[in-house]
């Protein structure tokens, strides 16, 4: 008798999964069937009785297989799907399956980078592998792998998965920051720290021949946003012998870029005093300090003060935090990023060049060009864009899935 826990969807749900999303939410599930000592039994999702963790079967509400997945009854996203292959076949070689994912993941990244770059190994879904998140940093000739399990169908092999990116890619050292709260819509508790041996908290990685330090064990997310490093490096080839204002900076990352594409004055400002105490650190690094500084203070209200007092500049960076991370706020957020593009849109020269960007995928593409086209209107400017571009290749789009298609990064003339 057949083992295996099967969901079926409720009628035309399946047509998303079957266009390559991967979840399954808890309102979309019609029924459960599972093998009992007398039978099949056919339940409700409330009542079965299936352990969280488990390789369960979906289902289209006619009886068509779709995928396997892995059950959590505590999350409203109710089965995130690993495979198109039934689970039986997915779990005669468990460890295997996923060493493959990894190695799959892996592989994918070196043709697009080399061996010493710093890199993310592992985006969660786009990679096939839910709720994981791998980066690769390069200090000197040591790699650090900083992981996060996001989700319970991560979380439950983490050995497994571990153990593929020891072997896959030969780390020195892990550190683990799945102290994120999207765990506990999962059920788990957050944690971070050393996987195995301890090696340095704060490190140094070159990206573009620029030094960054960066914190893993208590910077942002996973201690630096790599996605945005081919962008930084074609920014830098606008800023040649330009005054440049770099906001929500974080690290200083695009700033230095500019101070390396030459320019002559650049301004890097973020509302943390611990981002900008790494900046001044990585300004330092760089030998950057005749020409670069930092500020603390928050964007909004130096835009402002900028604008006030009559300030110009010929670059502009605006790379904000996600605005939204909910549906229900877009309106909220739309009003943000317009207020800050049109700010910065009155700071710049004529001719001058605005970075905008937007890292939240409910904020789409759509919603994003629309904003940048209204904030010129009400600033009274004419806008050329002229590049428009997304994250870098480590962090690959599946399709099917919006969310992985998440940043947006506009290189716009103003006029």
Known sequence: MNETVRIFLKPKEDKEISQGFPWVYDNEISQVKFAAKDGIKTTSLAECQVSDGKLVEVYTNAGGFLATGIINRKSKITVRLISTDHADQVSANISEFWKKRVRDAVSIRYLSFSKEDSMRLIFGEADLIPGLIVEKYVDSDQ????????????????????????????????????????????????????????????????????????????????????????????????????????????????????????????????????????????????????????????????????????????????????????????????????????????????????VTCSCSHYFDENTFYSMIMHAAKDSHKKIQVLEKRGAAPDHPVLLGYPKSEYLKCAICRVM
């Open 143 to 354: 790699v650090y792998l900083v992981v996060q399990f996001l989700a319970l169908a991560c979380d439950v092999y983490r050995k497994e998965i571990i153990s593929a990116l020891k072997e896959v890619v030969s780390p020195d050292y892990i550190f683990e920051r799945s102290d994120a709260s999207v765990r506990g819509k999962e059920g788990l508790d957050e944690k971070s720290g050393w996987i195995g041996k301890a090696g340095k908290e704060v490190i140094t990685i070159r990206e573009n021949g620029i030094y960054i330090k960066v914190d893993i064990a208590r910077g942002q997310k996973t201690g630096y946003f790599l996605d945005q490093k081919f962008n930084r490096k074609r920014v830098a080839d606008f800023c040649h012998g330009k005054k440049v204002l770099d906001t929500f900076t974080h690290t200083g990352a695009f700033g230095l870029n500019a101070f390396m594409g030459g320019a002559r004055e650049v301004v890097s400002c973020d509302i943390s005093q611990e981002a900008v105490d790494l900046v001044n650190e990585n300004i330092s690094l760089n030998n950057a300090g005749s020409k670069m500084k930092s500020l603390c203070a928050d964007v909004f209200d130096l835009l402002k003060k900028y604008e006030s007092e009559g300030e110009k500049f010929d670059v502009i960076i605006l790379d904000p935090p996600a605005f939204t991370k909910a549906a229900s706020s877009i309106n909220k957020a739309y009003s943000g990023y317009k207020e800050i593009n049109l700010r910065a849109m009155r700071l710049l020269n004529e001719g001058g060049i605005l």
